[in-house]
């Protein structure tokens, strides 16, 4: 079984990236299920009802998400009807949506899909380790494929889950940074791990905005709205292969498909 995961979609370039790169790289590799972190794919902060479904259309199985998923106050009660959009488990109850799925493969094999958000120099949410025992055990009943997308800040941070989970799930892939890390491994007991899968959207901007409103609130403080950039574009991720008998990763392959424009 072969799975693409897709880093974090920024705006409209990235969502040209998915429009015109993606039915091939599923190809290409051989993909059985896609799995896209969109929480930045509507003008570089939130998703929208419309966008998400453009995206699943598009040839994405699951979009997961992060703490930017509120950003567009419509998404809130899509979250609830729709089970192909999670937004990160470990926070309350009460919030809408869910953080976890288990998810059918065309052949029928399962795959369980999770989603957290990490806590260093983020919210003070439901602690993610502990949280995601919790979820693991229960998609475990079903699947023995399970795949992490933990949303966080802190390289240590998602190191740190990455063996805090090692030989409990198939992968742990962070998302967030935007900066995809050349540190794809395969841990000790057969979890694929990489720090962050990267950014599908304009390499040339400081992290999918416009350099000079990124360099413009940095030098003077002022909060000015942000603007996603528009040039080179890349489809950025990992594929990771997997054994799916006993859920664990054979490989991981770090990819990088730029948009010839």
Same mark, same amino acid.
């Given at each position: 079984m @072969?799975?693409?995961f897709?880093?974090?979609?920024?705006?409209k370039?990235?969502? @040209?990236a998915?429009?015109e $790169?993606l *039915?091939?790289?599923i190809?290409d590799y051989d993909?059985?299920f896609?799995?896209a972190n +969109?929480?930045?794919?509507?003008?570089g902060? &939130?998703?929208?009802?419309p966008i998400? $479904?453009?995206i699943l =259309?598009q %040839?994405?199985?699951?979009?997961t =998400?992060?703490?930017?998923i509120w950003?567009?106050?419509?998404?809130?009660?899509f979250?609830?009807?729709?089970s192909r959009i999670? @937004?990160p488990?470990?926070y309350?109850?009460r919030?809408p949506?869910? %953080?976890a &799925?288990?998810f059918?493969?065309?052949?029928g094999q399962?795959i +369980?899909i $999770?989603?957290l958000?990490g806590?260093v120099f983020m919210?003070? $949410?439901d602690?993610?380790?502990?949280?995601?025992?919790?979820?693991?055990e229960?998609m475990?009943?079903?699947?023995?494929?399970?795949?992490v997308?933990?949303?966080?800040e802190a390289?240590s941070?998602?190191?740190?889950?990455g063996w805090?989970l090692? &030989?409990?799930v198939?992968?742990?892939l962070?998302t967030?940074?935007?900066?995809q890390?050349?540190?794809? *491994?395969?841990?000790?007991? &057969?979890?694929a791990?990489i720090?962050d899968? %990267?950014?599908?959207g304009?390499?040339n901007?400081?992290?999918?905005?416009r350099k000079?409103i990124?360099?413009e609130?940095?030098?003077?403080?002022v909060p000015?709205?942000?603007?996603?950039a528009?040039?080179?574009?890349?489809l950025? +991720?990992v594929?990771?292969?997997?054994?799916? *008998?006993t859920?664990?990763?054979?490989?991981?392959k @770090?990819?990088r498909?730029p948009l010839?424009?």
């Open positions: @072969r799975i693409l897709v880093g974090d979609i920024v705006g370039a990235g969502r @040209r998915i429009e $790169l *039915k091939k790289v190809s993909v059985d896609t799995i +969109g929480e930045n794919a509507a003008s902060m &939130g998703i929208t009802p998400a $479904l453009e =259309s %040839g994405v199985d699951v979009l =998400s992060g703490n930017h950003a567009k106050k419509e998404i809130l009660p979250l609830s009807e729709e999670l @937004r488990a470990n309350p109850a919030v949506g869910r %953080g &799925g288990l059918k493969l065309n052949d399962k +369980g $999770l989603n958000e806590r919210r003070p $949410l602690c993610p380790f502990r949280v995601a025992e919790r979820e693991i229960s475990r009943k079903e699947t023995e494929t399970i795949i997308d933990f949303h966080a390289t941070e998602k190191n740190a889950m805090f090692d &030989g409990k198939t992968a742990v962070g967030h940074t935007h900066i890390t050349s540190d794809e *491994k395969i841990l000790d007991e &057969g979890t791990f720090t899968a %990267g950014m599908t304009p390499l901007s400081v992290i999918g905005i000079e990124a360099l609130r940095l030098l003077t403080q000015w709205k942000f603007d996603v528009t040039e080179d574009i890349e950025q +991720g594929v990771v292969e997997v054994d799916p *008998k859920g664990r990763s054979k490989n991981i @770090r990819i498909v010839d424009e």
